[in-house]
């Protein structure tokens, strides 16, 4: 037992296994899938995070009379690697002063760049003392900070007032304005947009094969073969190796299938390149692309172009295509703002982050809205 509120106590779970998936999804996650038990377990469960990846599971567990209340997925951090809301120089500045900045305590879902609750509880007393119990752990087992990332614009807002720093980065998405057809999105789209985005879509089409967009039962066991060839290539040339194991993706198509959307490029039978989303109540979040030959356009085809076909035809609201790009501008991916949370114990470095922060938001604002008048929508049609 960690940390004792009246009649609600905050405990540390080694393991997701510790608490049952109903416990677990039943503080109210919302269906995101990321958040869910079963793929927190699939991480653990096929050494994707765990012994020896910087990433050691410490889930916060509140409970209020014995009764599960509350939840976070928390991780205790060696490096910065996997978390898409860099933190490098913070650790350098901080090692330079006499600190040790690792370990630090990482609330967050491993190398997901996708926003989500983070706080999972219905209830914000719940919320605030998850956070609370955050900072404690911090102090009591001599970590650097505690840190919150992609999480709601709520919770970045309840984090605030419990004196966590705030901060803001970008992404880009495409919003749904009640479209029927992918030809309606491009109507809203100034002539020359559009007429490049149809040029790039039938040259990525004219690779000399076929593209097969995949859920469910769908999706088979060598899909999955073919995908981990093209993920270990992206990998690795992004990240020096991959993150993910092999068993990861098997587990991701036992317990979660029909969450996932795989866009398959196959020529002469033979998947070639591919793109991995998974599904939410209200989005598609595109995660993973990789392939094994190059094709002018199938990435942007199979990444974006294919996203929005599938969102459209299913009525989800948006699609989050991933961290950074702003290539994704041009295609109809607006700037939008994401969040996180930072409490640092030194009050000196806290300070000095603070300052930073606020300089960050202000240039992170501008830069939101110069790229937002740069985008390809015609004028009036649309806002973020």
């Known amino acids: 037992m960690f940390r004792r509120m009246s009649e609600m106590t905050v405990s540390v779970l080694p393991a997701i296994s510790a608490i049952p998936a109903a416990d677990w999804d039943g503080c109210g996650a919302g269906g995101n899938p990321f958040t869910s038990h079963r793929f927190l377990a699939a991480l653990e469960q096929s050494g994707s995070v765990g012994e020896g990846t910087g990433w050691h599971p410490s889930h916060l567990v509140a409970r209020v009379g014995g009764r599960v209340a509350g939840v976070a997925p928390c991780y205790l951090k060696t490096h910065s690697q996997g978390e898409y809301i860099f933190d490098h120089a913070w650790a350098q500045a901080y090692e330079r002063a006499g600190g040790r900045y690792y370990p630090k305590l990482q609330c967050a879902v491993p190398f997901t760049p ?45 984090g605030e007032a419990a004196g966590f720093l705030p901060r803001a980065s970008e992404q880009f998405h495409w919003l749904n304005q009640g479209y029927g057809t992918f030809d309606d999105f491009l109507a809203q789209l100034s002539s020359r947009k559009r007429k490049a985005i149809r040029k790039e879509r039938e040259r990525a089409q004219a690779f000399g094969g076929t593209i097969r967009s995949l859920t469910g039962e769908e999706i088979r066991p060598a899909h999955w073969d073919a995908f981990w060839t093209f993920y270990q290539d992206t990998g690795g040339r992004k990240w020096g190796r991959p993150y993910l194991t092999r068993a990861f993706f098997e587990r991701l198509h036992e317990t979660m299938r029909d969450d996932c959307l795989l866009v398959l490029a196959e020529r002469d039978g033979r998947p070639v390149a591919g793109a991995l989303n998974l599904i939410g109540p209200d989005a598609l979040y595109g995660r993973y692309w990789g392939c094994t030959e190059d094709h002018p356009f199938l990435h942007f085809e199979l990444c974006y172009h294919r996203a929005i076909d599938w969102a459209i035809a299913n009525g989800l609201a948006r699609v989050e295509a991933g961290a950074q790009g702003e290539h994704k501008l041009a295609r109809g991916y607006l700037p939008t703002q994401t969040h996180s949370l930072h409490w640092v114990r030194d009050e000196g470095f806290h300070r000095a982050i603070s300052d930073y922060l606020d300089r960050e938001r202000q240039a992170v604002g501008q830069e939101m809205a110069l790229l937002a008048e740069l985008g390809p929508f015609r004028r009036g049609e649309i806002s973020g």
Not at 119 to 133: G, N, S
């Open 114 to 158: 996708v926003t989500g609750p983070r706080l999972i509880a219905p209830d914000r007393p719940v919320q605030a003392a998850l956070l609370q119990a955050m900072a404690q752990l911090a102090r009591q087992s001599g970590l650097s900070g505690a840190h919150v990332t992609f999480c709601t614009q709520a919770e970045a807002e309840l």
